[in-house]
């Protein structure tokens, strides 16, 4: 099946007002002038594929979504290279995880072919909002909601709304990696084994918010969840997966069912083999996290995700006390997986691995 999309133009901002709002972009506030939208229902499948001006939806209040939460969600970037070309990084793999949420979620998915096109055509025609600064990014948001009129709880909606917007997107950091404090959550836990943890749907982050509440109480930028049976094992952050390393052995947790398959975390993995280190998926203990921070053994601790790249994790709390790694301050393994990567997709460094999508 192949879609074609239709166009119709926003009246885009005036040029110096987009200057403006892209000096310092902040995340996740300021849209782009278009956005992606293509219905699904049952008889007619994949339908209405349409590039169109952003703005407020028209759904009807009994609209699934609303009741029941069914909601999957993706993010990538796109990056300006020097050359002037737009990138983004890996998107196939993002197109397959989405669907991979979609059959968790009972929705229908759909064909990775149109998820590209769909940022392809967006980026490429709002790329003027690709930020030109060091570090800035066009951050992508597909996504897709229930949109059937019902609030019985009969089954899966019958009707389906993708939709893809696009948010101009900050340097994560402006003044060097400030290392993350990080809250280990006893109290609660983020998915169970059977659950939704490996799907990227809207509910799994609505559940973590009082944690995170918590974590920000006991000054800490994040929450670090352990996992949910033994609450022993430690699984990713709210929105990022984490490495130890250990002088030139990096490990991360093994994909358990409950945490998320980040498309950082796998790239690290990769690249981190190409770069002479040993890379592998294996279990991290809380006690050993400690007592491995401590005896100096575990030199670095950091997160990997798309929105805030590789970010050092300096120090750790828990109900039961606290322990700083490696002295607080970014190591080097951190920082070279961060230049690394950071130079394939802005163009700076070669692409071994063939990550790099041209879209505009
Ligand atoms: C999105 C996400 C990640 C990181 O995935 P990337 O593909 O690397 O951006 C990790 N954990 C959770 C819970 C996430 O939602």
């Known amino acids: 099946m192949t879609l074609t999309f239709t166009t119709e133009p926003a009246v885009p901002?005036?040029?110096?007002?987009?200057?403006?709002?892209l000096a310092s972009p902040g995340f996740g506030t300021v849209f782009t002038d278009h956005m992606i939208s293509i219905d699904w229902d049952r008889d007619r499948g994949w339908h209405s594929a349409r590039l169109h001006p952003y703005g407020p939806l028209v759904l009807d209040p009994s609209a699934q979504v609303f009741h029941y939460g069914q909601e999957v969600f993706e993010g990538m970037k796109a990056y300006r290279r020097p050359d002037g070309t737009v990138v983004t990084f890996r998107p196939y793999a993002n197109a397959a995880r989405f669907n991979r949420s979609c059959a968790r979620m009972a929705m229908p998915e759909l064909p990775e072919e149109t998820f590209v096109e769909a940022l392809e055509l967006l980026a490429g025609t709002d790329r003027e909002w690709v930020p030109e600064q060091?570090?800035?990014?066009?951050?992508?948001?597909p996504f897709m909601i229930a949109t059937q009129h019902t609030i019985g709880f009969y089954g899966p909606s019958a009707a389906y709304r993708f939709m893809v917007i696009a948010s101009p997107a900050a340097a994560y950091f402006t003044a060097g990696p400030k290392p993350l404090s990080v809250w280990i959550s006893r109290e609660h836990t983020r998915a169970a084994p059977g659950g939704t943890g490996e799907a990227k749907c809207g509910g799994n982050y609505a559940g973590t918010l009082v944690a995170q509440e918590q974590a920000r109480r006991d000054g800490c930028d994040q929450v670090v969840w352990l996992d949910p049976v033994e609450r022993r094992w430690?699984?990713?952050?709210?929105?990022?997966?984490?490495?130890?390393?250990?002088?030139?052995?990096?490990?991360t947790p093994?994909?358990?069912g409950t945490l998320l398959a980040g498309v950082t975390r796998d790239s690290v993995l990769a690249l981190a083999d190409e770069l002479g280190y040993r890379a592998e998926e294996g279990r991290v203990g809380v006690e050993q996290w400690r007592a491995d921070a401590e005896?100096?053994?575990?030199?670095?601790?950091?997160?990997?995700?798309?929105s805030s790249m590789i970010t050092p994790v300096g120090s750790v709390r828990s109900a039961d006390g606290g322990w700083t790694i490696g002295g607080g301050v970014p190591g080097p393994v951190t920082s070279r997986l961060a230049e690394e990567i950071a130079g394939i997709q802005y163009g700076t460094r070669p692409d071994p691995f063939g990550w790099v999508h041209k879209i505009a």
């Open 13 to 21: 901002l005036p040029a110096a007002e987009r200057a403006e709002l």
């Open 254 to 256: 093994a994909l358990s």
């Open 134 to 141: 060091p570090g800035c990014s066009l951050y992508l948001r």
């Open 295 to 306: 005896s100096g053994a575990l030199t670095e601790v950091f997160s990997c995700g798309t």
């Open 234 to 251: 430690v699984e990713e952050m709210g929105t990022s997966n984490l490495f130890f390393v250990y002088g030139d052995r990096l490990v």
